[in-house]
């Protein structure tokens, strides 16, 4: 009788295939690959499936394979519940050494939520964040090292940004933003420095 064969691995989903894509345009820009094999390996992330069909176009890329292995992979869902921050148009502010929860939630219907993290200790690898703002809005300052990955935000007429790494990588935390932004804003950024303070 035939043995049947090793199941295919985890599906992966659309914001995946994206992460290989921004991966395979670096080596692009990098000089790695030429236009027409980026165009071959794009063929292949896209009609991507399973992780396993992630490897082949990533496999002979510095870090890609590992980071699209990562990104397959399921986050760590916490079972705890979100821990409410919730404004309507007064201002929140988390700084310094502060308990930062697995999930949060962050409500605003004219205000804004202001959350550094570079300051304290993160005990979770993964900070699931969850907004829902109005006209108001959030800005996250996060450590040098963290990844955000903010694709699963929806902006009606609100602006939604970030200027650090998206893709997961091992041993630093990283940052699911996900929601909607009415007319709101959403910003992942690290800390500014300017004559020996940070904002």
């Given at each position: 009788m035939s043995t049947p064969p090793d199941p295919p691995g985890l599906r992966i989903s659309d914001a995946d295939r994206e992460r290989a894509a921004a991966q395979l345009?670096?080596?692009?820009?990098?000089?790695?690959?030429?236009v027409s094999e980026l165009e071959e390996r794009l063929t292949v992330v896209y009609a991507a499936r399973y992780e396993a069909d992630l490897r082949p176009p990533l496999a002979d890329l510095p870090g890609a394979h590992q980071a699209a292995i990562a990104a397959s992979r399921p986050l760590e869902a916490p079972d705890a519940p979100a821990v409410?921050?919730?404004?309507g148009a007064s201002t929140i502010k988390r700084r310094g050494a502060w308990d930062v929860p697995a999930r949060l939630r962050l409500q605003s219907a004219m205000g804004s939520v202001v959350l550094d993290f570079c300051d304290t200790t993160l005990r979770h690898p993964v900070i699931d964040i969850e907004v829902d703002l109005g006209a108001g809005s959030a800005r996250l300052l996060v450590p040098d090292e963290a990844t955000a990955d903010i694709d699963r935000v929806v902006a009606t007429m609100g602006t939604v940004k970030s200027s650090v790494p998206s893709i997961r990588r091992p041993g630093v935390p990283h940052f699911v933003v996900h929601g909607r932004a009415g007319m709101g804003s959403v910003t992942v950024r690290r800390r500014y420095r300017l004559a020996g303070h940070y904002f």
């Open positions: 345009h670096q080596a692009l820009a990098e000089g790695r690959i030429t409410v921050l919730r404004t």
